[in-house]
């Protein structure tokens, strides 16, 4: 019997500003991108705005006559929810609600309400409703609701405290009782690491949406959560997969992206121990993805925040299957030659050329090259393993006769 699928989708706008830092270029790609991010929480975009502003107001973040035109497609069209892409001060939200009497979000919180539907396990649902109360905690005074109704307010509320004052202390004490939850998870988390034993740790990281569960479920022969969407993975998979004669510990962790939340990094780093923990790294990307470059310097932005910038790395490039690139007729003398007109064999002769055979190119989806892939993944546990376990070589080199 089919499932039936919810098809009801809440009308979202998406608004973003164009400046010096952020091309028009750019811009449209980050709208892209908070698109798909809509899409994921359950959205549909109707409408995209986007100003040219050397510097967001402070009051409204844009202009004010881009706000009418924002507020006149809204009331004829009843946009319930307008998303912005940067991060909204507190008195921004305030004073736009206020205005377009809807919804108002930024990238960070629909990034936390995506976060919330998708956390499967008490840790990350902690590490998220973490990270939502230190997001709310400046903005409590634009809510509709108090945060004492939750707990009952008789006897709660101090002489001469406001509800708002009672709301920030509810939700502090709420944050230090999270935080106090997350060390006594952090601390068993740490305990059954140390319980594997001194097996070789292979994490899979890249950004979000990249194909990382899908080559998890290949190499280990497991059912992870694979989805089209942005987070599909939120909780860490580790699996003991083994190649050939070689045991090894392989490990999925949460897509990167950017314009990352503090909030997330600080809740979620925790969950990036098994980055800092690994032997070797497997950096995901797809490179059917127009700007898989930036994605890439994102999560090398992410890896030297946690210290872990310099572990040993294979750079696998998933997607091929999907990879298209633009040609230029014969006849065109007009338009210039760029990256985007790069076949595969053209990028294979770029900077990737110089990390030799830690450059991988795969398809996980229709499992092309993955021969290859396990030949490169097993020669680097193996020479981690033998380093470890020098005693052990003789064993790897009859193997290998």
């Not at 993975?233 to 050939?244: A, G, N, W, Y």
């Not at 990352?260 to 923990?277: A, C, Y």
């Amino acid at each position: 019997m089919l499932e039936q699928v919810n098809l009801t989708y809440e009308k979202v706008v998406l608004v973003g500003i164009i400046n010096q830092t952020q091309t028009e270029e750019k811009s449209k790609e980050y709208l892209d991108e908070l698109e798909f991010l809509t899409y994921t929480a359950g959205g549909e975009v109707l409408k995209r705005f986007t100003q040219k502003l050397d510097v967001p107001n402070p009051k409204t973040f844009i202009g004010t006559g881009k706000m009418e035109e924002v507020q006149q497609f809204v009331e004829e069209n009843e946009v319930g929810t307008v998303i912005f892409d940067d991060e909204l001060t507190p008195a921004q939200q305030k004073n736009i609600e206020r205005i377009l009497k809807a919804k108002i979000l930024d990238r960070t919180g629909l990034i936390l309400d995506i976060f919330a539907q998708r956390a499967q396990t008490s840790y990350s649902r902690t590490q998220v409703e973490l990270a939502q109360y230190e997001y709310l905690l400046p903005r409590l005074t634009g809510l509709w609701t108090h945060l004492e109704r939750q707990r009952g307010g008789i006897g709660m509320r101090g002489p001469g405290e406001t509800e708002i004052e009672t709301d920030r202390r509810i939700v502090r004490d709420r944050i230090a009782l999270l935080k106090k939850k997350l060390t006594a998870i952090d601390k068993q988390m740490a305990t059954q690491r140390s319980n594997r034993g001194a097996l070789v740790r292979v994490a899979l990281i890249g950004y979000t949406n990249v194909g990382k569960s899908t080559l998890m479920n290949v190499i280990s022969k497991s059912e992870v959560f694979a989805e089209n969407k942005l987070f599909a993975t939120l909780d860490t998979t580790v699996r003991k997969v083994v190649i050939e004669n070689l045991p090894f510990l392989l490990s999925d962790t949460v897509g990167f992206i950017r314009k990352l939340p503090t909030q997330l990094i600080e809740s979620f780093k925790s969950t990036l121990d098994e980055v800092r923990e690994a032997d070797l790294l497997l950096h995901v990307v797809d490179i059917s993805h127009p700007n898989f470059e930036e994605h890439i310097q994102s999560v090398n932005q992410i890896l030297a925040e946690i210290h872990s910038a310099d572990k040993p790395t294979i750079m696998v490039f998933n997607k091929i299957d999907a990879y298209t690139n633009e040609e230029i007729a014969e006849d065109d003398l007009a338009t210039e030659r760029t990256k985007k007109h790069f076949t595969l064999e053209e990028w294979k002769q770029t900077w990737m050329q110089r990390m030799g055979r830690d450059v991988l190119f795969i398809s996980a989806l229709n499992k092309n090259n993955l021969e290859e892939f396990r030949e490169v993944v097993y020669e680097k546990v193996k020479e981690i393993h033998i380093t470890r376990f020098p005693f052990n070589n003789f064993l790897y080199e009859k193997i290998d006769e």
